[in-house]
């Protein structure tokens, strides 16, 4: 073989190998690796925080020292996330939310915060951690893929990270799935069911595999198991107990935002204590977490409320098979576990009951507003599961046999009436119905899935005339950039056009525009986007300059709206397609710009 043959063959060999190369890296780039890496990744995490610290006696330090890591507010870490993440979703854009500084604050702020033992709940802030770690995934897997790098596919990546937030928390990707779209979602596209889907679902796999490996689980199950029985587990006359577990359980939900926004506004106002409080970030958490721990000491107040049960201790309880009213008093059964520390031989159970369902309220409402990351999915199930169970022992007591119809004897069974309590509070308070999907993959039973979806209705149909759901009253507290729905009872607003809200004083910029102009025009049109060298005007030199092209950040295809749009169509188009703002031209002629916020808050108000 002559040296050309020999160059010629190592030509081609070359170049198959590079072809392999390509094709492996291509089919590294493709979306079920990313989704399988973004599960596994949340698994780990989750299953990481949830056996690091459980420490609940140190709980004072422990706030403290997540208060401290939340002292920067450029990170995000406090509070839920979803309220934010909602915004992002929208269309708006955050600065540092979706960092990997944000995702170190996070994890360590919430792995501190419930190894306090505190009534905050991991869900909210885990859907904003499975962001982050969505968003820096997306960035590593844009070497292998372009299509990562895409602001359309950015969106599908954080709706992904949003599903698998909320179902590996529980080992449920079902309602995980579904409550991540209710919450964070105004439209959601098809082609991200799928997704959604495999990632919980290997997620949460994951997770409960962990679980199992860590002897916490025998097999692969749900999370609290239930034992109630499947045929005829409830009569058709017990509907109406159920009816009122709904109804109160969205007044309850109510004003559970109601307390919970209260407290935030309090806090907002400008006064000497909140004042000082501020200046101090250290001193509201150590004095509420002290005021908590005093009051659900277990030897001390803490007795007669189940002091000593951690949360998930507290909903493994409620939902048993016992019915508590019926051995209170007698000597209690050998297979009660946990159980038993709901019982004091000198006070009923519906007194201690009541004493946990009313001091868990506040303490939970409370806990959420501190500068900690913190959710309310948690705490708001433990008092719904509570709430139900309290109405289930009434009904045990007002039917010791339990009811006959038929000839057939239906038990009372307390425990599925703690489950659709549960569901029914926790969907009043986010405005879900979903929940309902969540406690059937939580317990493993779908027994009362009838009487927990008639319940979790009329919570919502309650709580959604009073209140806005929790999330909502945060992004109004915070005034975020959040485009309102608009819905069947604003019809005034439907024959509202854009010439109504939108801003005339338009122009076009060129080469010879100064920075002081391009200020100007930002002032009035609302659109603060443009990186700008001084944008407080403090340089009057360098803000008379001629404007760089080139420093500012066009879009190439901007939506444009013509004249005699309809605000409900505007509102639509804003919602639907994530937009900041769109240009209003006539016969080409560009008129006027409609900003977010103008849409937001309209001259004539939503609700006329």
């Known amino acids: 073989m002559d040296i050309t043959t020999m160059g010629t063959t190592i030509t081609i060999t070359m170049g198959a190998v590079t072809a392999e190369a390509k094709f492996l890296v291509s089919k590294l780039g493709e979306d079920w690796i990313f989704l399988v890496l973004l599960g596994i990744t949340m698994a780990l995490v989750s299953w990481t925080m949830d056996y690091t ?40 854009v955050l600065k540092e ?38 968003a820096v995934l997306s960035r590593f897997m844009s070497f292998f893929s372009g299509v990562y790098q895409s602001p359309y596919c950015y969106t599908d990546i954080l709706t992904v990270g949003c599903a698998v937030g909320v179902g590996c928390c529980f080992g449920t990707p079902l309602g995980g799935v579904l409550f ?6 105004t439209y959601f596209a098809v082609r991200n069911y799928w997704r959604g889907y495999f990632a919980a679902t290997f997620s949460a796999f994951i997770f409960r595999v962990l679980s199992v490996f860590n002897k916490d689980a025998v097999t692969i199950t749900a999370l609290f198991r239930t034992n109630f029985r499947m045929d005829f587990p409830f009569d058709l006359q017990e509907l109406p107990a159920f ?44 004095v509420v977490t002290l005021v908590v721990t005093t009051l659900t000491f277990p030897p001390g107040f803490g007795q007669f409320m189940a002091g000593e049960l951690m949360p998930r201790e507290c909903i493994n309880s409620l939902f048993d098979n016992f019915t508590w009213t019926k051995i209170w008093g007698s000597s209690l059964p050998p297979g009660l576990g946990r159980s038993a520390v709901w019982f004091h031989p000198d006070v009923s159970i519906f007194v201690i009951l009541i004493l946990f369902f009313i001091m868990k309220f506040w303490m939970s409402a409370v806990s ?6 913190s959710g309310a999915f948690m705490p708001v199930f433990v008092l719904g599961a509570a709430f139900g169970r309290l109405v289930g022992e009434i009904m045990a007591t007002l039917f010791p046999h339990g009811i006959l119809f038929d000839g057939i004897l239906y038990r009372i069974i307390p425990g599925g009436y703690a489950v659709i309590g549960a569901a029914a509070l926790t969907g009043a308070v986010t405005h879900t119905v979903s929940t309902a999907v969540i406690c059937f993959e939580l317990t493993g039973q779908i027994s009362h899935i009838l009487p927990m979806m008639v319940a979790v209705i009329l919570a919502n149909m309650v709580a959604q005339g009073l209140q806005p759901s929790l999330y909502d009253s945060i992004i109004q507290v915070k005034k975020l950039p959040y485009l309102p729905e608009l819905g069947f009872g604003h ?4 024959n509202i056009f854009v010439e ?24 009035s049109t609302s ?25 500012i950040r066009i879009d190439p295809s901007p939506f444009q709206l013509v004249e005699r749009t309809s605000l409900h169509k505007t509102h639509t188009l804003f919602s639907l397609l994530g937009l900041s703002h769109a240009y209003v031209t006539n016969t080409g002629k560009l008129v006027g710009v409609v900003a977010l916020k103008e849409v937001a808050h309209p001259s004539i108000s939503y609700h006329g």
């Open 180 to 185: 991540s779209i209710e919450v964070t979602s």
């Open 368 to 373: 959420t507003t501190m500068p900690i990351p």
């Open 53 to 92: 610290f459980i420490i609940p006696s140190f709980s004072k330090p422990f706030d403290c020292f997540v208060s401290f890591l939340s002292s920067s507010d450029s990170y995000f870490p406090s509070g839920s996330g979803i309220p934010e993440l909602k915004t992002i979703l929208r269309g708006v």
């Open 527 to 551: 659109l603060k986007t443009f990186p700008l060298v001084d944008s407080k005007g403090n340089d009057t030199q360098a803000i008379d300059k001629p404007l760089d092209i080139d420093q």
């Open 500 to 523: 109504d809200i939108m801003v005339r004083k338009v122009k076009f910029l060129c080469s010879h525009s100064t920075y002081r102009e391009v200020l100007h025009l930002l002032d």
């Open 491 to 494: 019809i005034r607003c439907y």
């Open 243 to 286: 009816a009122i577990i709904g109804i109160s359980c969205g007044f309850l939900g109510a004003f559970f935002v109601y307390l919970n926004r209260q407290v935030v506004l309090f806090m907002r106002r400008p006064n000497i204590l909140t004042r000082f409080l501020t200046k101090h970030r250290l001193i509201f958490p150590a």
């Open 97 to 134: 939310y979706l960092t990997l500084k944000a995702f170190i604050a996070k994890v360590v702020g919430l792995t501190a915060g419930l190894g306090s033992g505190m009534p905050v709940g991991k869900e909210g802030p885990f859907v904003h951690i499975a962001s982050i770690c969505a």
